[in-house]
């Protein structure tokens, strides 16, 4: 049974630095696509980044590319989201998704395991 859990998310001031954390379990073998989404009150999920467990070129959202870097720690079964430069506008819900498959995809119906999420507030 695959497990995500997030952790790291609190309050940040404008421009400010975060770091989010998911840590996953159960996961068997390497073919996994580690994903990172938002969801703000009365909007969709929205796709941040992601990138293959086992390594690979990341792909990001063009609202995020620049700031925000999503990267993996094998041997401790982490992956992270580093916000940098955050605004107003990336107070958000942010969720750890995964699914096992070779193929990045930015739709959320692509992820099949998803975490409880953390709650992120930029304040101006």
């Known amino acids: 049974q695959v497990q995500l859990v997030e952790s790291g998310g609190g309050l940040v001031q404008a421009g400010g630095s975060l770091r989010l954390s998911c840590a996953a379990s159960g996961l068997t073998g390497s073919t996994y696509v580690m994903g990172w989404f938002r969801q703000a009150p009365g909007k969709e999920r929205e796709f941040l980044a992601a990138?293959?467990?086992?390594?690979?070129?990341?792909s990001y959202a063009d609202s995020v590319t620049g700031r925000f870097t999503i990267s993996t720690d094998n041997t401790k079964n982490m992956v992270y989201l580093h916000l940098n430069s955050v605004k107003a506008e990336d107070t958000a819900v942010y969720y750890c998704?995964?699914?096992?498959?070779?193929?990045?995809?930015?739709?959320?119906?692509?992820?099949?395991?998803w975490g409880q999420g953390t709650q992120v507030t930029v304040s101006s």
């Open positions: 990138t293959r467990w086992n390594g690979g070129t990341p």
């Open positions: 998704a995964t699914s096992r498959t070779s193929y990045i995809r930015d739709r959320p119906s692509a992820y099949y395991y």
